[in-house]
């Protein structure tokens, strides 16, 4: 094993397969609603980061019924995550987003509760509310960085700082939660140095978890106005293989690899094709480890 996937982090805890069911509790973020900002991060497009099927149903438990028949028919899982993805999932009221949590978790199977979130929308009733799930199940916060560079973060219109990054991440500290931060490898006018700063930030924070996002490009964003203007240029699949694994060199053992890769919707992508092909980068990544004689494990 080259480095602690999530997968083989569910079936250590479990000792089966577990899948995640993402959900769209209909929030929206303070960079698009004019608290902060209007138009969300220039990559991010109407779903908010989101999965489409979770429309289908406005209705949080309805949701997790239908990820729960679909993914126990194709993978044949018994056991469930509620992951709220799309947006801001604490971008509410207390008393909102306890109903929310409340109606995810409570159908059987629900094994894990998963909450996307930025920095600068967490507090402590907040993180209260969602730890106090932690003594029943498995309870993630997944906490959007993106980047420690705030030239960069201002560049993609995130409405905040690293600072405030950190600080929302040592406020989550002080609760029973695990956390999982995200990275996106290929941010417009990035660096490489400036890329690996990032990790090493990480490093230094020892999350629980990260997930390692590539950059695309998906029709109606800022983001495809920039690459039609040619003001951004995708990362080739070489690069970004090349720097994935410097990020994993640089991670501590123990820290739990939920993602390496963007996955894109084929009817919405415009740049670039070979973020198409996940299996493929994957490959390329293991096998690059492979050279460099790496693995997170026994570090």
């Not at 509790?25 to 609603?33: F, K, S």
């Not at 509760?113 to 932690?134: F, G, K, N, Q």
């Not at 960085?145 to 991440?169: P, W």
């Not at 695990?178 to 930030?201: D, W, Y």
Request: proline share 4%.
């Amino acid at each position: 094993m080259f480095y602690y996937s999530f997968n083989h982090y569910l079936k250590d805890r479990f000792g089966e397969r577990v899948q995640k069911i993402p959900l769209d509790a209909g929030m929206t973020c303070p960079n698009r609603d004019g608290t902060k900002g209007v138009g969300g991060c220039v990559y991010c497009d109407s779903r908010g980061s989101g999965n489409e099927g979770s429309k289908k149903h406005t209705d949080i438990n309805a949701q997790v019924v239908a990820g729960m028949n679909f993914l126990s028919k194709h993978h044949r899982a018994k056991k469930f995550i509620a992951y709220f993805q799309s947006y801001s999932n604490t971008y509410a009221s207390a008393e909102r987003l306890r109903e929310l949590y409340d109606q995810a978790v409570s159908v059987p199977g629900v094994v894990g509760l998963s909450v996307a979130t930025r920095p600068d929308c967490l507090t402590e009733e907040v993180l209260s509310i969602i730890s106090s799930y932690s003594d029943k199940l498995m309870v993630w916060l997944e906490l959007g960085m993106q980047t420690s560079c705030d030239a960069t973060l201002k560049r993609i219109n995130r409405g905040h700082t690293y600072k405030e990054f950190v600080a929302g991440f040592k406020l989550a500290r002080k609760y029973p939660v695990q956390i999982c931060v995200h990275a996106i490898i290929g941010l417009p006018g990035e660096s490489k140095k400036e890329m690996l700063v990032t990790a090493k930030e990480l490093t230094e924070l020892k999350p629980e978890g990260v997930k390692i996002h590539s950059l695309y490009v998906s029709k109606n964003t800022e983001l495809e106005n920039m690459y039609h203007r040619k003001e951004f240029v995708p990362l080739s699949q070489e690069a970004f293989v090349n720097i994935a694994c410097d990020y994993l060199e640089l991670l501590p053992e123990k820290t739990v690899v939920h993602r390496l890769t963007g996955d894109p919707d084929p009817d919405e992508l415009v740049a670039p094709q070979w973020t198409l092909d996940k299996n493929h980068t994957l490959k390329l990544i293991k096998e690059e480890l492979n050279r460099r004689h790496f693995r997170q494990r026994k570090l």
